[in-house]
């Protein structure tokens, strides 16, 4: 089981926001993607606390889709499914078969500051496939506005990721609602965070 300490950190802050996106769809059940799950350790503890979404999560690493396993087994989430290898810049269709119109709620944390412009163009072109009429897809991280980035802990965070890897970085919630716009959804809410993280929140039309 691996471990991410700003997993433990942040996990009931975005948890309340689901809560609250979720609210008007929560009478009945749904499915939701998780791309990127990382650790295993948020869906494991959303599993808990939105007893009324089944959770797909997804991951390109073998290392955590192990993790994902382990936090399924110890916490006994039954609404959390075994998860798939996922590459989001892949075509939709690749997407561990998932048939189009199947989601009820597509949801990524911490994706699009590492991943490529493909990879985000992915996103938006498989959730516009993907997601069922007024699905949500649900974004958290850090983001660049009109092509600012504030405050300054914001940028230095965006140096070091593009040292990593040059073709990542924050990305600008301007071209990623423009994305949505090209695959039939809207930028619904911009939702603040903690530690000037945000989640945007985009509807299926």
Known sequence: MLLSPQAERNWESICLMLEDVLEEKSHKQLFALELGSGTGQHVARFAHRL?????????IKEECRESIKAYITAT????????????ASEPWDKWAGLP??????????????????????????????????????????????NGIITPSCNEHLDEEIR???????????????????????????MIEMEDFYKCLVFRKL
Request: proline fraction near 5%.
């Open 51 to 59: 007893p009324f979404v089944t959770w797909q999560p997804s991951d």
């Open 163 to 189: 040292k990593i890897n040059p073709e990542w970085g924050l990305p600008d919630v301007d071209v990623l609602r423009q994305l949505a716009y090209g695959n039939g959804m809207r930028m619904e809410r």
């Open 76 to 87: 006994h989430a039954k609404t959390v499914l075994q998860p798939v290898h996922l590459d």
């Open 100 to 145: 189009c119109s199947s989601c009820d709620v597509i949801f990524a944390i911490n994706l699009l500051q590492y991943s490529s412009f493909k990879t985000a163009q992915g996103v938006f072109m498989g959730a516009g496939e993907i997601l069922k009429q007024n699905g949500f897809l649900i974004t958290y991280g850090v983001y660049a506005v």
